[in-house]
């Protein structure tokens, strides 16, 4: 799974360690990981303390891979902050589908009185139809 860590050093066993701040949870999509949680590097890394990294973790918890998350940072800035992507822009067009779904809910809703509306008004002109079949039948008996 992969991470986004900072770089910290731990004073305590003098060696640098990663702090978890972020998991992946699908391609574009990202959960903060609220608690503190570190994985040790070992005595011999030597990454600059407070240093974004990115960090592919093995189910067991193992670094599989780790580079620096300069690059990712610099693509998520031109991606989506360049273009004015914020939270409050995805926030806006958010309402604004739920708007629309809301509309086509209520268009289809209308619809659909209106189809029953119509069918009600052919069954009327049906049975107006056949009553006045049944006149004509009734007075062309009458005549003969």
Do not use: C
Not at 25 to 53: D, Q, R, T, Y
């Amino acid at each position: 799974m992969l991470y986004l860590a900072q770089v910290h050093k731990n004073e305590f066993l003098e060696q640098r360690q990663l702090r978890l701040l972020a998991r992946q949870e699908a391609e574009n999509m990202w959960v903060i990981i609220p608690e503190e949680a570190f994985i040790l590097l070992g005595k011999g890394n030597i990454l600059n303390e407070k240093l974004l990294v990115l960090v592919e973790l093995s189910p067991t918890g193992d670094i599989e891979r780790i580079e620096e998350a300069t690059n990712w940072v610099l693509n998520l800035v031109q991606t989506y902050l360049l273009t004015g992507i914020s939270p409050e822009y995805l926030r806006q067009e958010t309402e604004r589908a739920e708007q629309w779904r809301q509309n086509l809910t209520l268009q289809n809703q209308d619809l659909a009185r209106r189809s029953l509306e119509l069918e009600a008004r052919r069954e009327q002109i049906q049975a107006l139809e056949e009553s006045l079949k049944r006149e004509k039948s009734s007075n062309s008996d009458e005549e003969i």
